[in-house]
């Protein structure tokens, strides 16, 4: 009796009641991170070409444009900082500052949302005059050591300024060590390290790389982004960040990486985050833009695939609009 004509599936299918009896709910506000872009100065906000319906925000439009995110119980951002043009240099000086875009923006949204929680981005490739995510040497490598202190010191400066996490995603070895020991020596040992441990060398970073003006001018980032073609180092840079102080792993991209995310669920009790990047939106956005695909259809299936292959967290730029996607049941 235990196939057909006896057994029949469809039976669990046949009315909304008995779908919505059995399929997982979808995935609640609280489980969705907002990457945010945050420029230096005041006025309006720039629209993302590459990323519809993002923009560049500056610190105070951006406190404003939060609040119907909040509002649809949106807990937590991501904020990523763009320094001007003429302050990148080659040893990224302008992501120290702490009256640069992110420790601003930190205190504001600190201020406006008192429970919000802040996660900042940690690295130098939008401060860096050639867009790498390091202090480069005389062969044009990027140095590993130096690159870490200066991590290091970043996060100091975002953790004063307000961050509940710092996420790193420079991929330098012993990044998430020397970050640890430099919160701790400033005496931030309540602020936590978000890695994004297994970030892989991806052809889906093109929008973002256009948002923060941050693509490499030479040469390009698999020196130290992970390769998608070997799945086991991926897994030991997730493992030996848990190891030097990790609080949470990140997988990124997601959506080619569903198999990693599981991979790393059974393997770590940290908190899983996937990151939904910027060319897995541009790519559903512009597929809908011609008709090929129905956008709400499509957002709601590909973020179940993330929750489904494991992640507690996805940071992805369809927070903004949660109750479009979710906000009925229909089943
Ligand atoms: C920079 C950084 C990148 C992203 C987040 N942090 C780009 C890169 O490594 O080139 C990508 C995010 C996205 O594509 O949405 N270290």
């Keep these: 009796m235990s196939i057909f004509p006896e057994v029949r599936l469809r039976r669990w299918r046949r009315t909304a009641g008995l779908r919505r009896l059995t399929d997982r709910p979808f995935p609640s506000p609280q489980q969705l991170c907002y990457p945010v872009f945050v420029r230096s100065g005041s006025g309006e906000p720039e629209l993302i070409e590459a990323l519809p319906g993002q923009y560049r925000w500056s610190c105070d439009t951006l406190v404003r444009a939060l609040a119907p995110v909040v509002a649809q119980g949106i807990v937590s951002v991501l904020v990523f900082g763009l320094p001007d043009a003429e302050d990148k240099s080659a040893d990224a000086a302008a992501a120290l500052r702490d009256d640069g875009p992110v420790p601003q923006a930190l205190r504001a949204l600190r201020a406006a949302y008192p429970q919000l929680v802040l996660i900042s981005d940690v690295c130098v490739c939008s401060a860096t005059e050639h867009g790498h995510c390091g202090i480069l040497v005389s062969d044009g490598s990027v140095d ?19 961050a509940d996490l710092v996420a790193p995603s420079a991929m330098m070895d012993g990044q998430v060590r020397r970050i640890r020991a430099g919160l701790d020596a400033a005496g931030q040992q309540a602020v936590g390290i978000l890695s994004y441990a297994t970030k892989f060398a991806s052809g889906f970073y093109g929008p973002f790389r256009e948002a923060s003006a941050s693509a490499p001018d030479f040469g390009d980032r698999r020196g130290y982004q992970t390769s998608y073609r070997n799945p086991r180092l991926a897994r030991r840079e997730a493992l030996l960040d848990v190891e030097e102080g990790a609080d949470a792993v990140m997988v990124k991209p997601a959506l080619c990486y569903l198999d990693i995310l599981t991979d790393l669920r059974q393997r770590c009790d940290l908190p ?22 129905d956008l709400r259809s499509v957002v709601r299936e590909s973020l179940c695939a993330m929750f489904r292959a494991g ?7 369809w927070a903004d609009r949660y109750q479009e996607w979710f906000g009925d049941d229909d089943c």
């Design 311 to 317: 992640a507690d967290v996805v940071i992805t730029y």
């Design 144 to 162: 590993n050591d130096s690159t870490c202190d200066l991590l290091a010191r970043i996060a100091v400066v975002h953790a004063a300024a307000g």
């Design 272 to 293: 899983l985050f996937a990151y939904n990047v910027s060319g897995e939106y541009a790519m559903l956005h512009a597929a809908a833009e011609r008709g090929w695909v």
